[in-house]
């Protein structure tokens, strides 16, 4: 059962492109996190999918950001019009209940967006 | 303003000590998980604790909880090298509008064989 993939592991842009981060949660996980790590800092949330809706995306800057967990595929987090401070890890982590049922999250290797 | 807190931000110890961490909450909360992560990976669950839970062990590790202070502690046995680490606390929701799980700056744990 392979666990939370994501790809790329590691993405270069120059100013102003889009970069679209993958995220395939562990088989029967119907619950997506995505998160972003700063150097030397914690996690912070940016939304909450399940298939096909997003749940919360309260932590997601309202422009230049979006996410998707369609029916079939995986996760997307896309940003576009990238800017040097969009520098950061972006992880994705799946459950298989809900954090309000206690559900353990299960986080991929990252991905780790360069902006130049 | 940060949900959870740890302290303290880095820990250096000798192989064979005990290493203890400390997390600082500000809102009600469900569950407290920890979370391990070695450098430049992702993360992995270590152990979680509910609200209705005082303490729990797994292995080395043993985690406390204090609902009334807010706040929960981790502790890790007999360490190894192969302990060295960030460690994350991680709250998880009282049944209100969030959902989702809200991580602490962590304590960078170095363990010196």
Not at chain 2, 10 to 39: D, F, H, P, V
Not at chain 2, 68 to 84: G, P, Q
Request: some cysteine; proline content about 4%.
């Amino acid at each position: 059962n392979a666990g939370v993939m994501q790809n790329p592991r590691h993405l270069v842009r120059r100013r102003g492109q889009e970069a679209r981060l993958r995220c395939s949660p562990m088989k029967g996980h119907s619950h997506v996190y995505w998160y972003r790590q700063l150097p030397e800092e914690g996690l912070k949330f940016m939304v909450y999918l399940q298939k096909e809706n997003i749940i919360d995306e309260s932590g997601m800057p309202k422009e230049r950001f979006s996410a998707e967990f369609p029916k079939e595929g995986p996760s997307i987090l896309r940003i576009q019009q990238v800017v040097r401070g969009d520098s950061a890890a972006y992880f994705c982590a799946s459950s298989l209940l809900d954090v309000l049922n206690t559900g353990e999250l299960f986080f991929g290797e990252g991905s780790r967006l360069t902006v130049l | 303003s940060q949900q959870g807190e740890e302290d303290p931000q880095a820990l250096s110890i000798q192989e064979g000590e005990n290493a203890t961490m400390n997390c600082s909450y500000k809102t009600s909360i469900n569950n407290l998980q920890w979370y391990r992560q070695n450098s430049g990976r992702g993360l992995v669950h270590l152990i979680l604790i509910r609200s209705n839970e005082r303490e729990k062990h797994s292995g080395r590790l043993r985690v406390t909880l204090d609902t009334s202070k807010k706040s929960s502690s981790l502790l890790i046995t007999a360490s190894r090298a192969a302990d060295t680490a960030s460690y994350f606390c991680a709250t998880g929701p009282d049944g209100g509008a969030t959902n989702k799980l809200i991580f602490g700056t962590g304590t960078l744990l170095a363990v010196q064989p």
